[in-house]
């Protein structure tokens, strides 16, 4: 029985596709481009330690003990709900993950009256929920909001509800959505609704870090929004921004904030320390941007259409091979930077995807530059 599994394993192995979980992270020396700690918070001891020495232990609890609805202890998921409706303006409700976030809401959303209309990039959480959901879907070409408006105009003509998906900055290829076209497509089309996903964006963009939503002003438009606390806010769950109709059917209706022991009590209060930080963290995010537009331009030439914009930055190199092969040599170099294949990448297109954070200098990234010229 067990050479099924052998056998896909072989196949994964022969494509140069085998993933294993890394052991050289966190290594000392090594500059660290694999974490998406954009804002160089968790690696920052400092900050750690400042919440440890103003944290009162004896009212912390370890554990919910219990999902959100059965949980005695609400207090600590109530401060950051209220901290992140006051900062959006809207409705906040927590989940454990932007995995359980997107795989929750969407298929609690959308169903048989409804189509869901996705960019192809889209994150393999989305495209999860989309499968529970049992909802009609299709795609659009990423990025590519004409072919969205004709899919729309198709649809309207059946469809109760559509519900078009998309995320802010792509997670592999860190280009932005442009969200005042969706805002616009929205008032052509009165049953629409907007679901972004802020993963890469929450922290990074706009004035207080409310990502690419505050940077464009649609705060208001975006029926949902998720962000993540696991990326840039150096902590862990998630959080959608919503109205409070919706809020109150996501909990009623959402199976992985019914159906999952939430999140730590303490681990909400880390994350409200640290988004009341971020807020206030204007000259790392023009820094952090700053330098990674640097990079993007440097890397431009090798990445055929592929143009990003933000702290996620790809190096297209065209096969697997090709892409460990240059992880190790940067390795050799002391730079961690992972190998990006398929299937999380469309083929022929397999890459070095560098996270660049607020600790990588201009002057490292010029060093970085220097190495891969050397190389390709
Ligand atoms: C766009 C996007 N959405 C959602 C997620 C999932 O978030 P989490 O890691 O909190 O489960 C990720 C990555 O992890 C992501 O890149």
Not at 120 to 130: N, W
Not at 163 to 176: A, F, K, N, R, T
Not at 178 to 189: A, G, I, M, Q, T
Not at 343 to 358: A, D, K, L, M, N
Request: proline residues 3%; neutral net charge; charged residues 25%.
């Amino acid at each position: 029985m067990m050479q099924h599994f052998e056998n896909t394993l072989d196949e994964i192995a022969r494509a140069g596709n085998l993933r294993s979980i890394p052991t050289t992270a966190g290594e000392a020396g090594y500059v660290d481009l694999t974490s998406n700690d954009y804002m160089g918070i968790a690696a920052d001891r400092r900050l750690f330690d400042e919440f440890v020495a103003n944290c009162d232990f004896s009212k912390v609890y370890p554990s919910a003990s219990a999902s959100r609805l059965l949980s005695l202890h609400q207090d600590d998921f109530l401060a950051l709900e209220s901290l992140l409706a006051s900062l959006y303006g809207r409705e906040a409700l927590l989940f454990n993950s932007g995995y359980h976030a997107n795989t929750g809401i969407v298929s609690a959303i959308a169903d048989k009256d409804t189509v869901i209309i996705a960019d192809k990039l889209v994150h393999a959480s989305i495209i999860d929920g989309i499968i529970l959901s049992r909802a009609r879907f299709v795609r659009f070409r990423h990025n590519d909001f004409d072919q969205l408006e004709k899919l729309l105009t198709e649809h309207s003509r059946q469809a109760q509800r559509l519900l078009v998906i998309v995320e802010s900055i792509y997670s592999m290829d860190g280009d932005i959505a442009d969200l005042p076209r969706l805002v616009e497509l929205k008032r052509k089309f009165p049953q629409m609704l907007l679901y972004v996903d802020e993963a890469h964006g929450f922290g990074v963009r706009g004035r207080q870090g409310l990502g690419v939503a505050e940077e464009t002003g649609t705060i208001p438009d975006i029926d949902i929004l998720v962000g993540t606390l696991g990326k840039a806010a150096a902590s862990s769950g998630a959080f959608v921004i919503t109205s409070e109709i919706i809020k109150k059917f996501l909990i009623n209706k959402a199976r992985s904030f019914i159906f999952s022991t939430a999140l730590s009590p303490f681990s909400c209060l880390w994350s409200k320390f640290v988004i009341e930080k971020l807020v206030g963290m204007h000259e790392e995010r023009r820094q952090l941007l700053a330098v990674s537009n640097f990079l993007n331009e440097n890397f431009a030439r090798y990445n055929g259409n592929i143009r990003s914009h933000s702290q996620i930055v790809p190096l297209i190199v065209g096969n697997s091979r090709k892409a460990v092969e240059l992880s190790g040599f940067l390795k050799e170099h002391h730079i961690l930077a992972l190998p990006i294949r398929r299937p999380t990448v469309p083929p022929g297109t397999e890459r070095i995807r560098f996270s660049i954070s607020t600790r990588f200098t201009m002057e490292m990234a010029e060093k970085l530059t220097n190495i891969i010229n050397m190389y390709l």
